[in-house]
Nanobody, 134 residues
Framework: QEQLVESGGGSVQAGGSLRLSCAAS????????MAWFRQVPGKEREGVAV???????RAADSAEGRFTISKDNAKNTLYLQMNNLKPEDTAMYYC????????????????????????????WGQGTQVTVSS
């Protein structure tokens, strides 16, 4: 069964760090793009960072310099290293995969703006909660 399983969420104080992991089945991990999204109840889901199959990466402007997306091909695992966390980073974080090829420039631009809802991503994990207290 094709799946994505996130882990690593938790509660931290502002300024702290967390590393999220997303274990993927081999088929999904071979997708063109994998990404992290987050959602707060009552708000739209938003893209945080994306990584292409060739290793190209792009983070939302709000996460740039604090969050780093990466992947371990040997472990079929996607990561999101989050440093200098802020209370506004509190959300449910989801990993997702998109099997279809797209314009990297267009996709990166969507993620940079921080408002892309991931409607073109077909595989999703169940989410892991991140709570940052001030």
């Amino acid at each position: 069964q094709e799946q994505l399983v996130e882990s690593g969420g938790g509660s931290v104080q502002a300024g702290g760090s967390l590393r999220l992991s997303c274990a993927a089945s081999p088929y999904i991990f071979n997708s063109y793009y994998m990404a992290w999204f987050r959602q707060v109840p009552g708000k739209e889901r938003e893209g945080v960072a994306v990584i292409a199959k060739d290793g190209s990466i792009r983070a939302a402007d709000s996460a740039e310099g604090r969050f780093t997306i990466s992947k371990d091909n040997a472990k079929n695992t996607l990561y999101l290293q989050m440093n200098n966390l802020k209370p506004e980073d509190t959300a449910m974080y989801y990993c997702a995969a998109r099997m279809e090829m797209a314009s990297w420039y267009f996709l990166a631009t969507q993620f940079r703006g921080g408002t892309y809802d991931g409607r073109d991503f077909g595989y999703w994990g169940q989410g892991t909660q991140v709570t940052v207290s001030s």
